[in-house]
């Protein structure tokens, strides 16, 4: 076990993977073991061998909140989204207050468009952690999506406060922003999402957008060659 531990932290992971395989054959009954290899099958996006050894770990000990959060993440990661909810509901029995399983269980249920559910969720978020700004981002675009425009502003100033350095807040609230038709706050907030983030080619698309319907079309053109300069397969760029 020690040997494969080193290996992780060495970033050899093929090398620590075989290290663990050898461990299960010398111990059968170490859950350790097992949410190693998951951990490891994860990192390499194989993500149902991730699933397969965390199942096992989980068997060996069910009560360790972290074999049961890395499951739900797995899980997600194959669209397996009922059993990653259920996964990080489990978390939640084990640990009321994981603030990480309620995150993962909100973007399950954004996923399946259960907005309200979601919502629920990222408020626990905000009740244990008060100073989350991803979470206050996250409440703001389920408003968004439902076209309740005033109170995704508020919850994405709250969000850009917390967080202000967070190009992807800022692109957001330029969305709000343009959805209350406040152009020019919203030009501001892409422009620092801009100076934040300026390899991100959405941040420079929705620059364009917002800039094309102003009809300022000069200066739309050259942010949609940004966009298309970090990312030439996005389309609505062209």
Not at 197 to 223: F, I, M, Y
Request: cysteine-free; hydrophobic content about 40%; charged content about 25%.
């Amino acid at each position: 076990f020690k040997k494969g531990k080193e290996l992780v932290e060495a970033n050899n992971l093929d090398m620590a993977l075989q290290a663990y395989r050898q461990a299960t054959l010398l111990d059968t009954k170490n859950p350790r073991i097992f949410s190693a290899i998951g951990y490891i099958q994860a990192q390499r996006k194989d993500f149902a061998r991730s699933v397969e050894a965390y199942k096992k770990a989980i068997a060996l000990d069910g009560k360790n909140a972290n074999f049961h959060y890395a499951l739900g993440y797995s899980l997600g990661n194959l669209g397996q989204n009922d059993q990653a909810a259920a996964a990080y509901q489990k978390v939640i029995e084990l640990e009321p207050k994981n603030v990480r399983a309620y995150e993962g269980l909100a973007v399950i249920y954004s996923r399946q468009q259960k907005y309200d559910e979601a919502f629920q969720n990222f408020q626990k978020v905000i009740e244990i952690n008060p100073k989350n700004g991803g979470a206050y981002n996250s409440i703001g675009l389920i408003h968004l999506k439902k076209n309740q425009v005033e109170p995704a502003a508020t919850n994405l100033k709250k969000a850009a406060t917390l967080s202000p350095k967070n190009g992807e807040i800022q692109m957001n609230l330029a969305l709000a922003y343009a959805a209350q038709g406040k152009t020019k706050e919203g030009l501001v907030a892409l422009d620092k999402a801009v100076k934040l983030d300026p390899r991100n080619p959405k941040v420079h698309l929705r620059t364009g957008q917002l800039l094309q319907s102003q009809g300022n079309n000069e200066r739309a053109l050259a942010a949609y060659k940004q966009a298309l300069q970090h990312d030439k397969n996005l389309g609505a760029a062209h």
